[in-house]
């Protein structure tokens, strides 16, 4: 049986499509993920996950942990996040997992390493989610969210403009007076900062 290029075209842009339509979050995805961060990390933290409820006394939902016991996060924020790519979700919940885990253990680290120890938390469940899950790698759709949030963009952004696109102008430096790919030490906190705040989802 011989297929025209043209239906065939079709049928896998039709496929594209639907892999590439979000989850809609509910409460119960939610919850489903907090019970896969559990089984690999219970053993460090074990917090309850609020949704939709401001258990941290925040005034926008959003991702946020508050203590070694809370978890807050809000449904519409995690949809946005799924735009980044299918189980964006659980990695932002995993790195909040990981801040109840330094709560837990009074890891209290000097920004920017209290969120990138969060971020490896979140990396660690993402290649178990993969390795023991089965779920399909999702940690560059994750990290993509991570800048995104960290940079205070919200829609999700082509990965390829963003790789064209400076950072941070480096002031006071005319162009061409120093080597594009070397960024002074002085001035490597600055054009990092935007990057390392102190918290990635809140």
């Not at 919850?31 to 005034?59: D, F, L, S």
């Not at 002031?171 to 594009?180: L, R």
Request: hydrophobic share 35%; glycine share 6%.
């Amino acid at each position: 049986m011989l297929i025209k290029p043209s239906s065939f075209l079709l049928a896998l842009a039709t496929l594209c499509a639907l892999s590439a339509q979000a989850v809609t979050v509910t409460t119960a995805y939610v919850q489903k993920g907090a019970t896969e961060i559990r089984g690999q990390m219970g053993n460090y933290a074990r917090p309850t996950v609020y949704v939709n409820q401001y258990a941290c006394g925040e005034r926008q939902l959003r991702a946020m942990a508050c203590g070694p016991n809370t978890i807050s996060v809000g449904t519409a924020f995690l949809q946005q996040q799924e735009g980044y790519g299918d189980y964006v979700t659980k990695f932002v919940l995993a790195h909040e997992w990981g801040h109840t885990i330094q709560y837990t253990r009074g890891i209290n680290k000097r920004p920017p390493m209290q969120e990138l120890q969060a971020d490896c938390t979140a990396g660690t469940f993402a290649k178990y989610a993969e390795t023991k899950l089965k779920y399909r790698p999702f940690i560059e759709g994750a990290v993509l969210s991570a800048r995104n949030a960290a940079d205070n963009s919200t829609p999700p952004e082509n990965p390829m403009i963003r790789a064209r696109r400076p950072r941070n102008p480096i002031a006071n430096n005319p162009p061409n007076s120093f080597d594009k790919n070397v960024i002074p030490v002085s001035t490597m906190a600055s054009t990092e900062s935007s990057f390392l705040r102190d918290d990635h989802y809140t």
